[in-house]
Structure formats: C-alpha cells, structure tokens
C-alpha cells in the first residue's frame, strides 16, 4: 500500500514567475476559463497547481485519453478507476477521449476533436486547453497545429522551466507520485512502481530527464496540496509490454 506521508508545505517557493501564456487574458478582467489535458501524472499535477494559481484562469475542466478496450488512461496505463477517484478529489468534471489500441494518428485526433466539442458544449465559448509539455518543441507545434485547426488555444504554463528545479519542487510542496511505466530503451525497467522522490532523483541516469519528458517514464499522482484527500493505490505486478515498456499495475483499494 502507497501511505502518503509528510507535510504539505503551504507556499510555493521562491522563483521566477511562470511563462506568460499564449493568450492570456487581460488582468482586469474576470478570469478566463481553460480546460487541462491530463494524464494523471506528475506534469498534468504541476501544470494545475499553476493554473489554479494564476489570477487569469480558472480551471473548468479535465480532458484524458482512455483505451477502451484496456480501460486504462492512455500511455500511463492507469487503471480509469484510479482517475475517477483523482477526479473527485481534484473536484473538477472530467470529459474523457476514448481511444483504440494503436490508435492511428487520424482516429487519435477525431476522438481528440469529439472531446473538445464535448468540453465546448459544457461551457459555451471555452477556447483554451492547457497541457503539461516542458520543453520538446515538436509536441507543442503540432498541439497548437491541430488545436489551431479546430479553433482551439493551447496554453503551456510549465514551458521551458527548468525540469531539475520543477521535479525537485514537486517533491518539496508535498506532491506523491509513482512510476507507472518505464521505457527500458532509456532507463532500467526497475524503476516501474518506485516512488518519485528524491532517492530516485538521484538515481536517474544522467542522460534521463528528471522530469521524464521525453517519455523516460510516466507517473501517477495520489496526493499533494491539489488534492482534497490522498487516493489510497496498492503496487500491482511489474510486466513488460511490447519488449520495451515496463508497467507497474497500480491496484484500487477500493475495488
């Protein structure tokens, strides 16, 4: 069983203000309403905190991947579960994008384009979308790309912070996390099912992102000063997947 254990520091740290978003709304004005793309994981967890903070947006909604078949949110391989219990902790509504195995690229941004509409039918005339992205410059062009297309902003509160600085934070204000998945071409399978804190920080590879941007590996969040509770997770069996890619199933308690 996962314990979250600790205290919650209850002030940010000192350090340079966040990057001004694309389209920020004037600071006279009310705040502006903006959906997240959320994963579950530790980027999403960062990405809200700064959001929530920030007097020019209000956070409406989430919208995450699910692979139906699997019934896991997408790539984290999270039991859905698991992310309606976050959800209901986080106290925001969730719009869910359901996806085939292997989801071809189009299939991938038809489904991603329904779920937008769905968030839009919610809350007329919402037009921003945040995501977590750090610094790879390829996966921001084509969210804004595609987001462009169907009359959407994209919004990157987290763009090229420091990710030593921002993993070493996240740990310090009080978040908890776990490795749920491990790309071994990058890093040793083992770290699957480690708790993301500082004795892991020290053991990652120099070649490895602290932040595992570039999909070193993927967490998900339990606890932290964005939650109204901590969610309860058991460590599951380790497998690997498709010769590369090693899960750590992360057991609801609650069934």
């Not at 699910?66 to 790539?75: A, E, G, K, L, N």
Request: with cysteine.
């Amino acid at each position: 069983m996962v314990v979250p254990s600790g205290p919650r520091p209850g002030s940010r740290p000192p350090g340079p203000d966040p990057p001004e978003p694309l389209s920020s709304p004037n600071r006279n004005q009310e705040p502006t309403p903006i959906a997240l793309s959320w994963s579950g994981g530790k980027d999403s967890a960062l990405a809200l905190e700064r959001l929530r903070s920030d007097p020019r947006w209000k956070p409406v909604g989430l919208l995450t991947s699910i692979t139906r078949d699997y019934d896991r949110i997408s790539i984290h391989g999270v039991r859905r579960s698991l992310l309606l219990r976050q959800v209901r902790s986080l106290g925001l509504p969730l719009t869910e994008v359901s996806l085939e195995p292997a989801s071809s690229n189009p299939r991938y941004e038809a489904a991603f384009a329904a779920g937008l509409e769905r968030l839009r039918s919610e809350h007329p005339g919402l037009q921003d979308i945040g995501f977590g992205d750090l610094f790879l410059r390829d996966v921001r062009e084509y969210r804004e790309e595609l987001l462009a297309r169907l009359g959407w902003r994209g919004v990157f509160p987290l763009w090229l912070e420091d990710t030593t600085r921002l993993a070493k934070y996240f740990i310090g204000r009080g978040f908890r996390a776990v490795l749920t998945c491990v790309d071994t071409t990058q890093l040793d399978g083992s770290f699957a099912g480690r708790e993301f804190d500082a004795g892991l920080l020290a053991e990652l590879p120099a070649a490895v992102d602290p932040c595992g941007e570039r999909g070193e590996f993927h967490t998900f969040v339990y606890d932290g000063p964005i939650f109204r509770e901590p969610i309860p997770v058991v460590i599951g069996e380790r497998v690997l997947r498709d010769e590369r890619f090693a899960y750590c199933d992360l057991g609801d308690p609650a069934g």
